[in-house]
């Protein structure tokens, strides 16, 4: 067989395998054409990017059903559609994060970039010293004191509800029956999941008023049980979730050898658990660490640094946040307030996103190690 005939051979077999398929550059073409012509709609009824960028999606999918519908069939036309629809409906959600993290970036790093903003607290700032520093291209006043405040009370939080949290969800998966006790116990679990968090904030101030008077209730300690209100109900729903995870077959291997079953749920089903576990809690703690009204109604203000949980008013960054926009030192434009404002709303995104990557880095080291077979 000669050389010529072979290849029209295999060109011929290639053409019968890629028939009613379409080209690998229709998307391209489609993509390009609806940009042209939303350009042009909107250029008639007055260019918008935001409408430019609608416009384009709406006749890309279009166009890529038509398509598909036309070249190939009906439900590969459908599976597309379908598929950029889906593709549309996650960008469209993930717009407004980028547009907040792009936002808190441009107006947030200048003022933290500003000397000694991480190591300094709002003691002596005043609107005369803003002024003069400002002027000098150099705003003082920094954020030492809410940043060491929201740490400290987070952590304390964290110290209140992990127990908590982990023993309610081992008696409801290990030891009740699903008796009445464990149904009103769930109940109230998904009544304070959905709590507002100024409530909590209200009862941790009644119950602090009560245990040590009216007088003395604001502190770091009082803010640290209203976010433990809030985390609780997390902590148990993921653990429980977790706990419910774990094979009964472990469980019964080791009732097998003759374990007593609290040394069961110790040794082999909190192990087996403990990277779900664990990225709960930290997930609780990023939701509880951004809280405003709890923290304001029972911490207070502060200006200065204190180290004292039991004593005395204590800033945190939510709060410093709120607290440089609605009362500055210097009102007016450019205002230095409304920079430390956005460069601590950066440090607090900061610390949630390392607290999710630091609940991803738990839950892949301790999860169970896989056969090498």
């Given amino acids: 067989m ?32 609806s940009v042209v012509v939303a350009a042009a709609i909107m250029a ?5 990017v935001a409408g430019w960028a609608v416009l384009t999606a709406v006749f890309y999918v279009v166009s890529m059903y038509v398509a ?7 439900r590969k036309a459908t599976d597309g559609l379908w598929t950029n629809l889906i593709v549309g409906a996650f960008l469209i959600a993930l717009l407004p994060l980028v547009s907040v993290i792009w936002t808190v970036l441009v107006n947030g790093v200048p003022g933290l970039l500003n000397p000694g903003f991480l190591a300094s607290n709002m003691e002596g700032v005043t609107g005369a010293t803003d002024q003069q520093f400002f002027a000098e291209g150099t705003v003082i006043g920094g954020i030492k004191h809410a940043l060491i405040g929201s740490l400290m009370i987070t952590l304390t939080a964290t110290l209140i509800s ?49 245990l040590v008077g009216l007088g003395d209730n604001v502190m770091g300690f009082s803010a640290s049980v209203a976010l433990s209100v809030l985390m609780i109900p997390v902590v148990v729903r993921s653990t429980e979730e977790m706990l419910r ?5 472990l469980r019964e291997a080791s009732y097998a050898l003759g374990v007593r079953k609290w040394r069961t749920i110790l040794k082999v089903v909190i192990p087996t658990a403990i990277s779900g576990i664990a990225s709960g809690v930290t997930l609780a703690i990023a939701r509880v660490i951004g809280e405003t009204a709890p923290i304001l109604v029972t911490a207070g203000v502060a200006i200065n640094t204190n180290w004292n949980m039991f004593q005395d008013w204590m800033m945190s960054l939510p709060v410093f946040i709120y607290r440089q926009l609605m009362n500055p030192t210097s009102p007016g434009v450019p205002d230095p307030s409304i ?11 900061l610390i ?16 169970p ?3 090498g077979r």
Avoid: H
Wanted: aromatic share 8%.
């Fill in 369 to 371: 190690k896989k056969s």
């Fill in 162 to 210: 992990v127990p908590v949290g982990l023993l309610t969800s081992i008696y409801l998966v290990e030891y009740s029956r699903g008796g009445m006790f464990s149904r009103a116990i769930t109940f109230f679990v998904d009544v304070m999941t959905g709590i507002p968090s100024i409530v909590a904030g209200l009862f941790a101030a009644g119950l602090m008023g009560m």
């Fill in 44 to 48: 008639v009824a007055g260019f918008n």
């Fill in 2 to 33: 000669s050389t010529n005939v072979k290849t029209g051979l295999e060109n011929a077999g290639r053409s019968r395998l890629t028939v009613g398929q379409k080209p690998k550059w229709t998307w391209i073409a489609c993509l390009a054409g």
């Fill in 68 to 74: 598909t519908r036309v070249i190939e069939n009906r």
């Fill in 245 to 249: 995870v774990v094979p009964n077959e």
């Fill in 339 to 349: 920079e430390r404002a956005w460069a601590a709303a950066l440090v607090l995104i």
């Fill in 352 to 367: 949630v996103m390392l607290l999710n990557l630091l609940a991803r880095i738990i839950a892949k080291a301790f999860a």
